[in-house]
């Protein structure tokens, strides 16, 4: 049996909960340093999960012999450095979407890890989802016919990090924070054929008072083989999150949904520990899933990432992939703001997507 | 009691059937002749629905005057000339969706009717569907919040009649077929605020030997108030009708589902009459619906249509209601050609939509 | 046409209620009457559904020459004396389940029906009930082969009526309120064959501070054709009333269930107006219906009644098998007391079903 | 890290297959060989799997000393005797339900096993399905109240080896096979309390020409607490494969549905390779499921069961588990020839449970 990868884990939110908790479920990785800069904030981390290693500088985990591969789970805007960083530190790194802020940092992570021969692995767990996975073997098998319209939507009331409702941070509101998860899922489910054009239609319907990004939207695509996309992403639905794809085809259809086809359907008077990511309240009727991480695909995804690591394998997801869906959300954001259907390829020297949608003046 | 409504129908299909069933469950009607110019059409279906009169020529039944009504399930090309000669005769007109081929037509329909002092009546069922009328009660009661985004969606196999397939005659594909009953959906679910914008969608992927007109695609609609609706719209989708709404709004959520969320859940061996719509096979699993045309709200309707003749109230669903949705569908195929939104109101001398999308060269 | 029918209410409670809403959709009905002992009741239940007539003494709305048909609502333990008194006044009688407390009573009450000539009708709904019909219609196609097992369950946290806590004027607890229903969905649902045996299972687990009969049972009937059927039912089921059957057949399945799969899914921050019966809270998620009647057959089925007698036709459901059902109840609590299977016919002088399961001392 | 615990496997059909795969994805575990009588089969059985000994002679796989722990896939009339043999080779033993044929039997299995100092580990895999994991999860925080009634099903069209056709090799029908399931997960649900009785009602309503034993059954258990358990099984439901659930308590009710409820909703015009278990035909609407050994809890399952022996801990489900399982079983075979209520505990010297049923003349 070949060694174990020793992992280096930078950020201590919700995330790096799950990654740390799937990699745990993963034989041949070890979890064996955790990095965040908020005092103290490693520490807990590091305790709660039994690490060895906990810093406040994610330079020194970086500068750990032994650690292989890094899972960030750090704010967008850091994406870029902390991935420079880690490959002149010779580490293999998975990053969280989306892979960085704008097209140029996209470029130069992708660079510098090839340069120094460290995979850079983007990590859309939507590709691990075991139902999605199901789904696109359906579609592969012909079950379907040929696909026509395919659609996948994320929904919930508002991200998980504060730091998101900031779009100099973030780059963007929900198209950026869950819409790139439905660009990769219309690519890998189709077998990334180049797409021809993006429209998007977005709103900050609910949420003014906290953010000026947008809060709501709908992304259309068209890809050059003539299949319609349709991605649908809020950040003001209320009572859990949903999480949910269609795939139509000329010879049939499937529906596939994560949540409420999946939970076990309860009724409580008094209310219980946890439903489902952001449900509210489990008092009355709820949804509540079960095996989450599982049913999400993260410990799926760890593992195939450290597969790839221990035996030098190319990554299902790579930074390549994560650029082209960073480049679909600027064209997603440029037609936000003029109305228009947006052909790709796209160039842009924008910083990052929500400045195409609303220019600072 | 008020004596009784004595209807005309004209036409013999699929829609002009489900009128007749729907108008004998209503006590306040009575239909008393119908006309069809395709020899034998109407004396077959007079008598299978017991209806005394019967003719080729619409024109005889206006002559008749015992009947008060009329209801309309011609061809699209025809609806503007049977509701002119109509009005000449003092019938009030119940017009089948879509109200006529383009807006001029539309604008001498609506003219002539109010200057005969007869009812212009536009028959979108989904605005008396029991499950939808359901939904609106919920969003008016503000169950659900501010609403925010608004679905509806359509999709079988292709239109029942043949004439649907010569863009000619009807006007345009599914987006003129199917697309008119979100259109009508999204305006009478928010209280008719106005329009601001529409960005269609269109494609024809699967039944390019049958039409050039569009068999799949997504419209969505801006209202002034900020409400995005969104409709969905497919004549290639197998397995049966499928008829679906949600309302999302900033305290809530509703789904609405006509069929799989309302049939009977059902597993035969070696099938059985009829499930739905556009069933296909009834072996193996399928999702039988009950009572069809009173799911759909057409007996509903047509009580209300009665109603307004009878007691001289105004329709809830009018001829400018009608000229309402035709507007959106021509700004929808002039958006499906330009790839851009497209305000509202938007002014076209065009024939019918379809020529916005293709022009004849 | 035929005059109308002309109906008095017995009654003015929940079921009155819907019984005369559902009476008023039926074009051949008329409203003619109510009476309910307890003062004040019969005036307002007039005043809110604008019938001419009220009495606190239903001898009086049986004195009434122009009443054609009562519709009886009131207590278990009055609907004998109210039915002789009716076919004595020449009243055709509709009656509320269950039929009446016992088998002596029910022979006295079709003996004085029959010699009279009037109808006594048994207001099973479930018989009329749109998705219902239709499970029995895919049966009778052959759809699901030859039937094996056949389940009907109504599940809500308690009876609407307080006298039903009282097993001296209910005769039992969820086994005679809800039982019934399923007993007789069975027979009609096969065609009434013979049943063979009877087992119950019943117990008083939640309420027992309310009363000492059965507020959860489960029984199961074998037919002579070896078709099994069991109900289940429960007076302690919170979140909603629930009712759904299942076929099973050698050829194929089918499942219905009148509330989940009908309703529209609702999310709702604030809550609303009403959701389904026994709901509860309708803040979160719910389940609401729509048409509440209409899906029930309530119109229906009352519809049918005055049909019968305004053209002397027999009723779907009679006096005889509202007797068939009160047999099989009679069985039930005798099983639940013996721990045995109890073969049909079955004979007993006992006063009402609960004491064979709890004789007194 | 401990040393890999060497699995040998008995047996080579369908649930052997499940048991190899389940243990591939446990780390701790090595599959070292397989037996199985009929020549080719273990041979076929080792190459597809990757095995590296295979026997015809079980005897032959206990006497190799790596193996530290069996897992039996044997028709049920070899289980006590292959038990006993592995006990005297120093075996672990995990047993593929039901445990064995008569409880003398099992008196044996437990007694030898005890005194050999190994485990006997009793395969009821539904104490390790991650949806009724949740269920019971659900039911312990207190989310449901007390418990009233729990009820479990498992229906499919037939059993999968043909052996089980014989009632004196498999003991009995349907609830030998199945209802074997729904009893330990009443026991694990609630916390293994006392069985107070038992009441089945059995039949042979399909499969006549196939065998004597019991194709549909219901099974109610009263437990000491006086909960009430309903068990629902068929061999005779079209479709394919349904596995569900419900937990009804004073304080609330869920649900769970390992198929409908957890798969891909999925319509195929021509059809694909497999939904699931027993699915019939792929054409048309089906629901096929993903990741399916996980979706029932077979690598969780045998994971657990690794665990117990590398680490010495008391397995979740014994083979004292498993005798009161088939002391249930005993109960309702009686209780399906005397229509009586049987009260627990139960003795008895029948050799199977199916002779209860219909004694050998």
Redesign the interface.
């Known amino acids: 049996m070949s060694k174990k990868i020793k992992v280096g884990i930078i950020g201590s939110q919700f995330i790096s909960h799950i990654h740390t908790i799937s990699l745990k479920r993963c034989?041949a990785a070890e979890v064996f340093a955790v990095a965040s800069p908020t005092p103290g904030n490693a520490r807990a981390f590091a305790a709660k999960h039994g690490i060895p290693h906990h810093f406040t500088d994610y330079a020194q985990l970086l500068a750990l012999s032994e650690v292989d591969m890094i899972v960030v789970g750090a704010p967008n805007d850091l994406h870029c450095q902390i991935t420079l960083a880690a490959a002149a530190a010779g580490k293999h790194v998975v990053m969280e979407k989306p892979l960085c802020l704008n097209l140029a940092d996209a470029d130069r992570m992708i660079g510098a890890c090839r340069k120094a021969g460290v995979k850079l692995m983007y990590a859309e767990e939507l590709c691990f989802t075991?139902?999605y996975?199901?789904?696109k073997q359906?579609l592969d098998?012909?079950?379907?016919?040929a696909p026509?319209?395919i659609k996948q939507s994320e929904?919930h009331d508002g991200p998980h990090a504060t730091h998101f409702w900031d779009v100099n941070r973030s780059g963007g509101g929900v198209t950026m924070d869950m819409g790139c998860h439905a660009i990769e899922f219309f690519r890998w489910m189709l077998g990334r054929p180049p797409i021809k054009?993006v429209?998007a239609?977005m709103?900050t319907?609910?949420h003014k008072d906290k953010t000026e990004g947008d809060d709501?939207a709908?992304i259309?695509l068209?890809f050059a083989n003539?299949v319609?996309a349709?991605a649908?992403e809020?950040w003001?639905?209320?009572?859990g999150m949903d999480d949910r794809a269609e795939v139509?085809g000329?010879?049939?259809?499937?529906?596939?949904d994560l949540h409420?086809?999946?939970?076990?359907?309860?009724?409580?008077?008094?209310?219980?520990?946890y439903a489902v990511e952001k449900a509210?309240?489990?008092?009355?009727?709820?949804?509540?899933?079960?095996?989450e991480e599982?049913n999400y695909g993260f410990p799926q995804e760890l593992e195939h990432f450290v597969d790839c690591v221990q035996n030098d394998k190319p990554p299902l997801v790579s930074g390549e992939d994560g650029r082209a869906v960073l480049e679909v959300l600027f064209a997603a954001y440029e037609s936000a703001r003029t109305?228009?259907?947006v052909e790709l390829p796209f160039q842009t020297d924008a910083k990052r997507p929500h400045d195409l949608w609303k220019p600072k003046r």
């Open positions: 034989a075991p139902k996975v199901r789904l359906l098998s012909g079950a379907l016919g026509t319209l929904k054009s429209y239609q709103g319907l609910v709501n709908l259309i068209e003539g319609v349709l649908e809020s003001t639905k209320l009572g139509h000329s010879k049939g259809v499937a529906y596939a409420h086809g999946n939970a076990i359907e309860t009724y409580s008077a008094e209310g219980y520990d509210g309240s489990t008092k009355g009727w709820s949804f509540p899933v079960y095996e599982w109305g228009r259907k």
